[in-house]
């Protein structure tokens, strides 16, 4: 059992550069959420989904996009990467009260 | 804006002993995760509490939700090495059932 699987795990990007985040869970839950991590801001809702075809903005989605085409799968693109973007992006997946995170990306935009 | 602060936010300690850390808010909330999260890792759940002036026990660790459920504590017993992380508290917000974290209380715990 898996769990809640994120690739890649880390990554340099250029301004400018696009690139998309893949999280992947085998639990069968409903709901998915991006956070993004950064110091001294602690863990902010990027977007998320409460089913498949579903997305809803979070905290702060302002340069990123999301899809949920398979329930399993949830995707969070960045079209123009900005060095505000660099940061440690954590996945999560929930069914009911708990929520199971994966590994997280470290993403550099330089 | 709900405020949500954790308190303290670094604590360095001798393994043996104890500790408490604070999740306080000015809203009330249904429900209360904590988490902990070590270098490299995602968070992991480690209790949910619903019930204002639930007690909840993992072990030597020791979990309250505040009566008028705007607060919390944890407190651990006898601290050892493998304690060492970052300890976040997340209220449940919304209808949508998302939670929002705290920044965290970073805890080392030394041999």
């Known amino acids: 059992n898996a769990g809640v699987t994120q690739t890649p795990k880390f990554r340099v990007l250029k301004t400018g550069q696009s690139m998309t985040l893949l999280c992947a869970q085998d639990?069968?839950?409903?709901?998915m959420y991006w956070y993004r991590q950064d110091p001294g801001m602690g863990l902010r809702l990027i977007h998320y989904?409460?089913?498949?075809?579903?997305?809803a903005k979070g905290e702060v989605p302002d340069g990123y996009n999301v899809s949920r085409l398979k329930k399993q799968n949830f995707l969070l693109g960045l079209e123009s990467a900005a060095p505000s973007q660099t940061s440690v992006y954590f996945c999560?997946?929930?069914?009911?009260?708990?929520?199971?995170f994966g590994s997280g990306t470290r993403l550099t935009v330089v | 804006t709900q405020l949500l602060e954790q308190s303290p936010q670094f604590l360095s300690i001798q393994e043996g002993e104890n500790l408490t850390v604070y999740c306080n808010s000015s809203?009330?909330?249904?429900?209360l995760q904590w988490y902990r999260q070590e270098p490299g890792e995602g968070p992991v759940l480690l209790v949910t509490?619903?019930?204002?002036?639930e007690v909840k026990k993992l072990k030597r660790l020791t979990f309250q939700f505040g009566d008028a459920r705007k607060d919390s504590s944890l407190h651990i017993t006898a601290a050892q090495p493998g304690d060492t992380g970052l300890y976040l508290c997340?209220?449940?917000?919304?209808?949508?059932?998302?939670?929002?974290f705290g920044k965290g209380t970073k805890l080392s715990v030394k041999p």
């Open positions: 639990m069968n839950h409903e709901y």
């Open positions: 809203s009330v909330f249904s429900s």
């Open positions: 989904s409460v089913g498949e075809g579903t997305t």
């Open positions: 997340a209220p449940e917000r919304g209808s949508q059932g998302n939670l929002i």
């Open positions: 509490v619903v019930t204002g002036g």
């Open positions: 999560a997946s929930s069914l009911n009260y708990g929520y199971t």
